[in-house]
Nanobody, 123 residues
């Protein structure tokens, strides 16, 4: 089993930046792909970004492409989401997740989830 703890959320003005972090337990961190998802009030959880086991491959939702960057540090069991040029529509709870396979973009493909961190972007 993998435990995930997100941090770095907060309140930011539109156009600002935040960096989310996700710490993972376990000794096989480099064995699985990592994803970031988000869920706004009244909406379904949606894919944001994912990164392959080695970090060499990434995938983004169209809505964040060019503004968000996912990265990982396998030596530290960490995955990050750098968010720039934030918009009010980016407001959501952000979750990191583990997939024991290649990068995926649907909720069902992921095996373990963190508790989430709130990101609020004011206009």
């Amino acid at each position: 089993q993998v435990q995930l703890v997100e941090s770095g959320g907060g309140l930011v003005q539109a156009g600002g930046s935040l960096r989310l972090s996700c710490a993972a337990s376990g000794r096989t961190f480099s064995s699985y792909a990592m994803g970031w998802f988000r869920q706004a009030p009244g909406k379904e959880r949606e894919f944001v970004a994912c990164i392959s086991r080695s970090g060499g491959g990434t995938k983004y939702a169209d809505s964040v492409k060019g503004r968000f960057t996912i990265s990982r540090d396998n030596a530290k069991n960490m995955v990050y989401l750098q968010m720039n040029s934030l918009k009010p529509e980016d407001t959501a709870v952000y979750y990191c997740a583990v997939r024991y396979d290649y990068c995926g973009s649907t909720v069902r493909e992921y095996d373990y989830w963190g508790q989430g961190t709130q990101v609020t972007v004011s206009s």
